[in-house]
Protein backbone atom coordinates (compact mmCIF):
# COMPACT_ATOMS: atom_id res chain seq x y z
CA UNK A 1 0.00 0.00 0.00
CA UNK A 2 0.98 3.51 -0.74
CA UNK A 3 2.01 5.50 2.05
CA UNK A 4 2.47 9.33 2.50
CA UNK A 5 3.87 11.34 5.35
CA UNK A 6 3.92 15.23 5.95
CA UNK A 7 5.82 17.24 8.44
CA UNK A 8 3.40 20.20 9.79
CA UNK A 9 6.41 22.09 10.67
CA UNK A 10 5.35 25.16 9.48
CA UNK A 11 1.78 25.65 11.50
CA UNK A 12 0.69 24.43 15.46
CA UNK A 13 -0.53 21.14 14.92
CA UNK A 14 -3.06 21.20 17.56
CA UNK A 15 -4.87 23.60 16.12
CA UNK A 16 -4.28 23.03 12.87
CA UNK A 17 -6.47 19.40 13.46
CA UNK A 18 -9.18 21.54 15.65
CA UNK A 19 -10.10 20.88 18.62
CA UNK A 20 -10.93 17.03 19.53
CA UNK A 21 -9.47 16.80 15.88
CA UNK A 22 -12.61 18.28 14.64
CA UNK A 23 -10.54 19.87 11.58
CA UNK A 24 -9.00 16.62 10.65
CA UNK A 25 -12.04 14.64 11.05
CA UNK A 26 -13.79 17.04 8.44
CA UNK A 27 -10.40 16.61 5.92
CA UNK A 28 -10.97 12.85 6.28
CA UNK A 29 -14.62 12.81 5.16
CA UNK A 30 -13.58 14.31 2.16
CA UNK A 31 -10.82 11.68 1.17
CA UNK A 32 -13.13 8.30 2.73
CA UNK A 33 -11.00 5.94 0.50
CA UNK A 34 -7.39 7.19 2.35
CA UNK A 35 -6.49 5.46 5.46
CA UNK A 36 -5.43 8.60 7.71
CA UNK A 37 -3.45 9.06 10.83
CA UNK A 38 -2.57 12.10 12.73
CA UNK A 39 -0.30 11.82 15.13
CA UNK A 40 2.05 14.77 17.06
CA UNK A 41 2.94 17.38 14.03
CA UNK A 42 3.09 14.43 11.84
CA UNK A 43 0.00 13.38 9.10
CA UNK A 44 0.47 9.71 7.90
CA UNK A 45 -1.94 8.53 4.63
CA UNK A 46 -2.24 5.50 3.15
CA UNK A 47 -4.08 4.21 -0.47
CA UNK A 48 -4.08 5.20 -3.86
CA UNK A 49 -0.94 6.73 -5.38
CA UNK A 50 -3.49 9.20 -7.12
CA UNK A 51 -5.54 10.50 -4.06
CA UNK A 52 -2.50 10.71 -1.81
CA UNK A 53 -1.58 13.29 -3.85
CA UNK A 54 -4.49 15.12 -3.87
CA UNK A 55 -4.95 14.61 -0.13
CA UNK A 56 -0.82 16.34 -0.01
CA UNK A 57 -2.08 19.19 -2.28
CA UNK A 58 -5.18 20.25 -0.06
CA UNK A 59 -2.88 20.10 2.70
CA UNK A 60 -0.46 21.93 1.19
CA UNK A 61 -3.21 24.61 0.30
CA UNK A 62 -4.61 24.40 4.09
CA UNK A 63 -1.42 24.71 5.93
CA UNK A 64 -0.61 28.07 3.96
CA UNK A 65 -3.95 29.47 4.62
CA UNK A 66 -3.30 28.87 8.37
CA UNK A 67 -0.10 30.32 8.04
CA UNK A 68 -0.96 33.48 6.31
CA UNK A 69 -4.09 34.38 8.60
CA UNK A 70 -2.86 31.89 11.98
CA UNK A 71 -7.16 30.54 11.58
CA UNK A 72 -8.50 27.62 10.07
CA UNK A 73 -12.45 26.98 10.19
CA UNK A 74 -14.77 24.66 8.44
CA UNK A 75 -15.81 26.78 5.74
CA UNK A 76 -11.96 27.32 4.57
CA UNK A 77 -11.69 23.48 4.59
CA UNK A 78 -14.80 22.47 2.43
CA UNK A 79 -13.45 25.42 0.01
CA UNK A 80 -10.41 24.47 -0.49
CA UNK A 81 -10.93 20.79 -0.39
CA UNK A 82 -13.75 21.48 -2.70
CA UNK A 83 -11.92 23.39 -5.53
CA UNK A 84 -11.35 21.77 -8.96
CA UNK A 85 -7.54 23.31 -9.17
CA UNK A 86 -5.19 25.48 -6.84
CA UNK A 87 -5.96 28.46 -8.91
CA UNK A 88 -9.45 28.27 -8.16
CA UNK A 89 -8.53 29.14 -3.88
CA UNK A 90 -6.18 31.69 -3.94
CA UNK A 91 -5.61 32.66 -0.35
CA UNK A 92 -4.68 36.45 -1.28
CA UNK A 93 -8.17 37.11 -2.05
CA UNK A 94 -8.97 35.94 1.67
CA UNK A 95 -8.62 39.88 3.27
CA UNK A 96 -9.58 41.37 -0.08
CA UNK A 97 -13.27 39.40 0.04
CA UNK A 98 -13.95 41.01 2.86
CA UNK A 99 -17.59 42.72 3.02
CA UNK A 100 -18.65 43.96 6.41
CA UNK A 101 -18.97 43.01 10.22
CA UNK A 102 -22.74 41.73 10.62
CA UNK A 103 -24.05 41.02 13.63
CA UNK A 104 -21.79 39.91 16.73
CA UNK A 105 -18.62 40.98 14.41
CA UNK A 106 -19.26 38.51 12.63
CA UNK A 107 -17.04 38.92 9.27
CA UNK A 108 -18.88 38.42 6.47
CA UNK A 109 -17.07 37.81 3.39
CA UNK A 110 -16.87 36.13 0.07
CA UNK A 111 -16.38 32.76 -0.19
CA UNK A 112 -15.11 31.38 -3.17
CA UNK A 113 -13.67 33.06 -6.42
CA UNK A 114 -16.90 33.96 -8.25
CA UNK A 115 -18.03 35.66 -5.33
CA UNK A 116 -15.11 37.63 -4.97
CA UNK A 117 -15.68 38.43 -8.35
CA UNK A 118 -19.46 39.32 -7.99
CA UNK A 119 -18.15 42.36 -5.55
CA UNK A 120 -15.65 43.27 -8.52
CA UNK A 121 -18.36 43.52 -11.07
CA UNK A 122 -21.03 45.43 -8.45
CA UNK A 123 -17.76 47.43 -7.58
CA UNK A 124 -17.23 48.04 -11.68
CA UNK A 125 -20.97 47.90 -12.89
CA UNK A 126 -24.14 49.77 -11.64
CA UNK A 127 -26.52 46.64 -13.01
CA UNK A 128 -25.45 42.71 -12.20
CA UNK A 129 -26.57 39.98 -12.72
CA UNK A 130 -25.88 37.09 -10.43
CA UNK A 131 -26.52 33.58 -12.18
CA UNK A 132 -26.47 30.04 -10.45
CA UNK A 133 -27.62 27.22 -8.43
CA UNK A 134 -28.99 27.26 -5.10
CA UNK A 135 -26.49 27.89 -2.38
CA UNK A 136 -24.27 29.42 -3.76
CA UNK A 137 -24.06 32.75 -2.06
CA UNK A 138 -25.58 35.00 -4.84
CA UNK A 139 -28.47 36.57 -2.80
CA UNK A 140 -26.49 36.76 0.21
CA UNK A 141 -23.50 38.30 -1.02
CA UNK A 142 -25.74 40.82 -2.89
CA UNK A 143 -27.60 41.65 0.62
CA UNK A 144 -23.97 42.02 2.09
CA UNK A 145 -22.92 44.72 -0.51
CA UNK A 146 -26.37 46.38 -0.23
CA UNK A 147 -26.11 46.54 3.81
CA UNK A 148 -22.50 47.83 3.35
CA UNK A 149 -23.72 50.13 0.74
CA UNK A 150 -26.21 51.76 2.92
CA UNK A 151 -23.84 51.56 5.95
CA UNK A 152 -21.17 53.72 4.07
CA UNK A 153 -24.05 56.36 3.26
CA UNK A 154 -23.45 55.21 -0.86
CA UNK A 155 -26.90 54.85 -1.05
CA UNK A 156 -30.03 56.09 1.25
CA UNK A 157 -32.22 52.77 1.04
CA UNK A 158 -32.26 49.08 0.28
CA UNK A 159 -34.91 47.50 -1.89
CA UNK A 160 -35.37 43.67 -1.87
CA UNK A 161 -37.77 42.31 -4.29
CA UNK A 162 -38.85 39.15 -5.86
CA UNK A 163 -41.44 37.95 -7.73
CA UNK A 164 -44.20 36.16 -5.30
CA UNK A 165 -44.88 32.93 -8.00
CA UNK A 166 -45.55 30.31 -5.80
CA UNK A 167 -48.23 31.99 -5.25
CA UNK A 168 -49.02 33.12 -8.37
CA UNK A 169 -48.98 36.95 -7.08
CA UNK A 170 -52.19 36.06 -5.97
CA UNK A 171 -52.20 36.22 -2.26
CA UNK A 172 -55.78 36.93 -1.21
CA UNK A 173 -56.10 33.27 -0.23
CA UNK A 174 -53.87 33.39 2.21
CA UNK A 175 -54.38 34.37 6.37
CA UNK A 176 -53.56 37.84 7.54
CA UNK A 177 -52.25 41.19 6.85
CA UNK A 178 -50.40 42.02 3.26
CA UNK A 179 -46.88 41.69 5.05
CA UNK A 180 -48.15 38.32 6.77
CA UNK A 181 -49.16 37.08 3.22
CA UNK A 182 -45.62 38.46 2.18
CA UNK A 183 -43.58 37.05 4.64
CA UNK A 184 -43.41 33.46 3.86
CA UNK A 185 -41.96 34.55 -0.13
CA UNK A 186 -39.32 36.95 1.28
CA UNK A 187 -38.03 35.20 4.14
CA UNK A 188 -34.38 34.04 2.56
CA UNK A 189 -34.46 38.03 2.21
CA UNK A 190 -35.06 38.64 5.82
CA UNK A 191 -32.40 35.38 7.25
CA UNK A 192 -29.79 37.82 5.24
CA UNK A 193 -30.41 40.70 6.75
CA UNK A 194 -30.37 39.20 10.61
CA UNK A 195 -26.69 37.88 10.19
CA UNK A 196 -26.01 41.59 8.80
CA UNK A 197 -28.21 43.89 10.95
CA UNK A 198 -29.30 43.66 14.65
CA UNK A 199 -32.94 42.99 15.02
CA UNK A 200 -33.76 46.58 16.69
CA UNK A 201 -31.73 48.25 14.18
CA UNK A 202 -33.42 46.22 11.25
CA UNK A 203 -37.04 46.63 12.70
CA UNK A 204 -36.53 50.64 12.90
CA UNK A 205 -34.91 50.63 8.86
CA UNK A 206 -38.00 48.63 8.09
CA UNK A 207 -40.65 50.44 9.86
CA UNK A 208 -38.56 54.07 8.24
CA UNK A 209 -38.72 52.55 4.53
CA UNK A 210 -34.98 52.93 4.76
CA UNK A 211 -34.68 48.90 3.89
CA UNK A 212 -38.01 47.98 1.71
CA UNK A 213 -38.89 44.30 0.96
CA UNK A 214 -41.44 43.85 -1.23
CA UNK A 215 -42.59 41.98 -4.22
CA UNK A 216 -41.99 42.40 -7.80
CA UNK A 217 -45.44 43.86 -8.85
CA UNK A 218 -45.13 46.67 -5.92
CA UNK A 219 -42.39 48.20 -7.99
CA UNK A 220 -44.66 49.07 -11.13
CA UNK A 221 -44.53 52.91 -11.59
CA UNK A 222 -41.88 53.66 -9.34
CA UNK A 223 -38.33 55.08 -10.16
CA UNK A 224 -36.23 54.06 -7.68
CA UNK A 225 -32.81 56.25 -7.62
CA UNK A 226 -30.11 56.59 -4.28
CA UNK A 227 -30.80 52.48 -3.80
CA UNK A 228 -29.17 49.44 -3.82
CA UNK A 229 -32.01 47.43 -5.34
CA UNK A 230 -32.01 43.36 -5.41
CA UNK A 231 -34.32 41.71 -7.80
CA UNK A 232 -34.11 37.73 -6.52
CA UNK A 233 -35.01 34.73 -7.78
CA UNK A 234 -36.03 36.44 -11.30
CA UNK A 235 -35.88 32.99 -13.39
CA UNK A 236 -39.78 33.79 -12.36
CA UNK A 237 -39.98 36.82 -13.81
CA UNK A 238 -41.82 37.46 -17.24
CA UNK A 239 -40.64 39.39 -20.20
CA UNK A 240 -42.99 42.08 -19.02
CA UNK A 241 -42.06 42.24 -15.47
CA UNK A 242 -38.35 42.31 -16.06
CA UNK A 243 -38.54 44.92 -18.72
CA UNK A 244 -40.25 47.05 -16.00
CA UNK A 245 -37.81 46.23 -13.09
CA UNK A 246 -35.20 46.92 -14.90
CA UNK A 247 -36.65 50.45 -16.49
CA UNK A 248 -37.10 51.20 -13.04
CA UNK A 249 -33.50 52.25 -12.19
CA UNK A 250 -33.13 55.74 -11.45
CA UNK A 251 -29.95 58.20 -10.34
CA UNK A 252 -27.64 57.12 -8.55
CA UNK A 253 -28.76 53.78 -8.37
CA UNK A 254 -27.21 49.83 -8.03
CA UNK A 255 -29.10 47.06 -9.17
CA UNK A 256 -28.03 43.12 -8.70
CA UNK A 257 -30.62 40.79 -10.33
CA UNK A 258 -29.85 37.15 -8.82
CA UNK A 259 -31.74 34.01 -10.44
CA UNK A 260 -31.30 30.15 -11.28
CA UNK A 261 -32.63 29.11 -14.89
CA UNK A 262 -32.88 25.74 -13.95
CA UNK A 263 -35.50 26.54 -10.97
CA UNK A 264 -38.19 27.92 -13.54
CA UNK A 265 -41.58 27.89 -11.73
CA UNK A 266 -43.65 29.80 -14.48
CA UNK A 267 -46.63 28.15 -16.22
CA UNK A 268 -45.64 26.20 -19.30
CA UNK A 269 -44.89 27.88 -22.39
CA UNK A 270 -43.88 31.25 -20.45
CA UNK A 271 -40.47 32.15 -21.28
CA UNK A 272 -38.39 33.63 -17.99
CA UNK A 273 -37.54 37.22 -18.14
CA UNK A 274 -34.00 36.41 -16.61
CA UNK A 275 -32.98 33.93 -19.71
CA UNK A 276 -34.57 36.77 -22.32
CA UNK A 277 -32.44 39.71 -20.79
CA UNK A 278 -29.30 37.68 -20.31
CA UNK A 279 -29.47 36.89 -24.13
CA UNK A 280 -30.48 40.75 -25.02
CA UNK A 281 -28.13 42.53 -22.35
CA UNK A 282 -25.37 40.40 -22.63
CA UNK A 283 -23.43 43.03 -24.56
CA UNK A 284 -24.45 46.11 -23.20
CA UNK A 285 -21.36 47.88 -21.54
CA UNK A 286 -21.98 49.00 -18.04
CA UNK A 287 -23.94 45.65 -17.32
CA UNK A 288 -22.20 43.03 -15.31
CA UNK A 289 -22.83 38.84 -15.29
CA UNK A 290 -21.72 36.08 -13.68
CA UNK A 291 -22.00 32.81 -13.51
CA UNK A 292 -21.48 30.77 -10.37
CA UNK A 293 -21.74 27.14 -10.61
CA UNK A 294 -21.82 23.94 -8.23
CA UNK A 295 -18.03 25.02 -7.16
CA UNK A 296 -19.67 27.70 -5.21
CA UNK A 297 -21.98 25.80 -3.44
CA UNK A 298 -21.49 27.00 0.39
CA UNK A 299 -24.15 25.08 2.33
CA UNK A 300 -23.79 21.56 3.53
CA UNK A 301 -21.43 19.44 1.33
CA UNK A 302 -24.61 17.30 -0.08
CA UNK A 303 -26.08 20.23 -1.78
CA UNK A 304 -23.25 20.19 -4.17
CA UNK A 305 -23.59 16.85 -5.05
CA UNK A 306 -27.55 16.74 -4.98
CA UNK A 307 -26.43 19.88 -7.76
CA UNK A 308 -24.22 17.36 -9.54
CA UNK A 309 -26.72 14.87 -10.30
CA UNK A 310 -29.83 16.82 -11.07
CA UNK A 311 -27.24 18.22 -13.76
CA UNK A 312 -26.37 14.59 -14.93
CA UNK A 313 -29.83 13.58 -15.03
CA UNK A 314 -31.35 16.57 -16.98
CA UNK A 315 -28.12 16.87 -19.93
CA UNK A 316 -29.03 13.05 -20.60
CA UNK A 317 -32.80 14.11 -21.06
Do not use: C
Not at 69 to 77: G, R, S
Not at 124 to 135: K, L, T, Y
Not at 155 to 170: H, W
Not at 283 to 292: A, D, N, P, R, V
Amino acid sequence: MNEIKIELSEVNPREFFGQQNVHIDQIKSYFPKLKIVARGATLKAYGEERLLDEFDKRIEMLQAHFGKYNVLDKETIDRVIQANSTEEYDPALEMESFILHGVGGRAIKAKTVNQFKLIELVNNNDMVFAIGPAGTGKTYTGVALAVRALKEKQVKRIILTRPAVEAGENLGFLPGDLKEKLDPYMQPLYDALRDMIPQEKLNKYIEEGIIQIAPLAFMRGRTLDNAFVILDEAQNTTHAQMKMFLTRMGPNAKFIITGDPGQIDLPRRTISGLKEALLILKETEGIGMIYLDDKDVIRHHLVKKVITAYKNIEHQN
